[in-house]
């Protein structure tokens, strides 16, 4: 199920609106696992800082937007919905959240509450939550969202004094219909190799190395060789464009390996030839 990501300003109805969308959503959608509200001020709870120890202290703040960023990974899956109650001020933070989507395979709403810093500094006289300082702080340091970003679209934007006539309808209809965001190769888990074809490429690539080795050293430079690539005597050719050294030729060969875990080869009969194209490049 899709991610709804609050966003606005300290004492800005942020939790207000995360319970109303909760109740009124819980009506309109069938969420098998049912509707989660995570939090900020739970994991501000669960430390032993205070609200304006941990925004005048940047290692603390960066170490609390973790474990928020950490408890959306966990609680997001194809069958519960998430609503996210935080300040979410920073894009870049946002972004790292529109990556958390892609790679669970499903989509997000942004919505931000526009408030300004006096309507914050009076909700605030009540709660005592924020000094004044940190309060003009955050505002200062507040990066609001824009709908031409795709980590902040779609964009509902609302104001303090509009929470109670907030369209849940339309955000409902924003999260229905919205595409699963597509995962790309960057928020993508790499392909598991099996242990016994990775055991089978680590002989394979040793084999070849050794093999070029004695063969590029014993040639001159602008000389091609001929490489044996499988068990039926197969051979690539490799053009000597200058001389490797053992040292230099293990290197590339961790370089492929490290490659190979992150992709599949379709046809195994692939990898020598990819491997003497690493090689030939190194020499280039």
Same mark, same amino acid.
Not at 143 to 171: G, H, K, N, V
Not at 250 to 279: A, C, E, G, M, W
């Given at each position: 199920? $899709? ?28 969420? /098998? ?34 474990? %928020? ?26 972004? +790292? ?47 609001? $969202? ?8 779609? %964009?509902?934007?609302?104001? /303090?004094?509009?929470? +109670? ?16 965001? $597509? ?50 005597? +197969? ?36 990898? $020598? ?12």
């Amino acid at each position: 199920m $899709p991610l709804a990501v609050l966003c606005g300003p300290p004492c800005s109805g942020k939790t207000s609106l995360a319970k109303k969308i909760a109740d009124e959503l819980s009506k309109m959608t069938t969420c /098998p696992d049912g509707i989660e509200v995570v939090s900020d001020a739970d994991i501000y709870d669960g430390s032993s800082f205070s609200r304006d120890a941990i925004y005048t202290n940047q290692n603390v703040e960066k170490q609390m937007r973790g474990r %928020l960023k950490d408890q959306v990974t966990k609680s997001l899956t194809s069958s519960k919905l998430i609503i996210l109650d935080a300040q979410n001020y920073i894009k870049g933070f946002r972004y +790292e959240l529109f990556c958390v989507v892609k790679a669970a395979k499903t989509c997000q709403c942004v919505i931000f509450i526009n408030c300004s810093k006096e309507r914050s500094v009076m909700l605030n006289s009540t709660s005592q939550l924020y000094s004044e300082e940190t309060i003009s702080a955050l505002h200062d340091r507040f990066e609001p $969202p824009q709908s031409a970003a795709r980590w902040d679209s779609p %964009l509902i934007e609302i104001t /303090p004094e509009s929470i +109670e006539s907030f369209d849940f309808q339309q955000l409902n209809e924003f999260l229905s219909n919205s595409r699963a965001l $597509p995962p790309n190769l960057s928020t993508q888990n790499p392909p598991r190799q099996r242990a016994e074809m990775l055991y089978d490429l680590d002989k394979l690539t040793q084999r070849l190395v050794s093999e070029i080795f004695d063969k590029v050293s014993a040639a001159e430079i602008g000389q091609t060789v001929l490489i044996t690539t499988d068990a039926q005597k +197969e051979s690539e050719k490799l053009k000597v464009h200058k001389k490797l050294t053992m040292p230099e030729l293990q290197r590339i060969r961790r370089h492929f390996l490290n490659f190979y875990k992150s992709h599949s080869f379709k046809d195994p009969q692939q990898i $020598p030839t990819v491997f003497l194209q690493f090689v030939n490049n190194a020499m280039i």
